[in-house]
């Protein structure tokens, strides 16, 4: 177990490169609500090259932020911004209240927001609004179940025990709460 003053504090960002900064600053800022907070225009020496790029943050309640960099130069932006292959378990989650799942939710609908990308799944621990923002990343806005502490705590207690099991060929459910 970890001691938790040599924890990270928290989540300052996490950073992605996108094609069209403005349509990735209409999608957070306009159509979820994050605020842009930050905008930094830069040129550096990076990787043996001077690489112009402007790097955005959209800030959430905690301080974290979402960052995205578009480059300048197309060879650039290639080179940092290969090609993924779209999967749902690549994604970024983000913990909301009912209210504030209920009111993006609302906005992406009624904007019609790429409906054939945009779903609901109940976990049992959590309910999730799942949507694609303009780079093809996934968005998951989580609100926990009643009862998410003692679910927490029940996973906490048992989560090596579970990992070796599941890695030892037993991929047996543990998830009785859907």
């Known amino acids: 177990m970890s001691d938790t003053k040599t924890l990270p504090n928290r989540l300052h960002h996490t950073a992605y490169v996108t094609k069209d900064l403005e349509a990735t600053r209409a999608f957070y ?7 842009l907070t ?6 550096d020496e990076l990787f043996g090259a001077v ?4 790097h955005c943050f959209f800030g959430l309640a905690d301080g974290s932020a979402l960052a995205f960099f578009q480059f300048a130069n197309k060879e650039d932006q290639d080179l940092f ?3 993924l292959i779209p ?12 209210e504030t799942q209920a009111a993006i939710e609302k906005r992406v609908m009624d904007a019609g927001w790429l409906p054939e990308q945009t779903f609901t799944l109940e976990h ?9 923002d303009p780079n093809g990343m996934i968005l998951e806005f989580t609100v926990d179940a009643p009862g998410a502490d003692k679910i927490n705590e029940d996973r906490r207690h048992d ?3 579970v990992l070796q ?13 859907r």
Do not use: K, M
Not at 87 to 98: E, G, M, N
Not at 124 to 132: A, D, I, L, N, Q
Not at 165 to 177: K, Q, V
């Open 38 to 43: 930050a905008t930094w225009s830069e040129q």
């Open 87 to 98: 999967s749902p378990f690549r994604h970024i989650a983000l913990h909301v209240d009912a």
């Open 51 to 54: 690489r112009t790029y402007c």
């Open 165 to 177: 099991r599941w890695l030892a060929g037993d991929h047996t459910s543990n998830n009785n709460y």
């Open 159 to 161: 989560a090596h025990e």
């Open 29 to 35: 800022e306009d159509l979820i609500g994050l605020p």
């Open 81 to 83: 911004d290969p090609e």
């Open 124 to 132: 049992g621990y959590c309910r999730s609004f799942y949507t694609t």
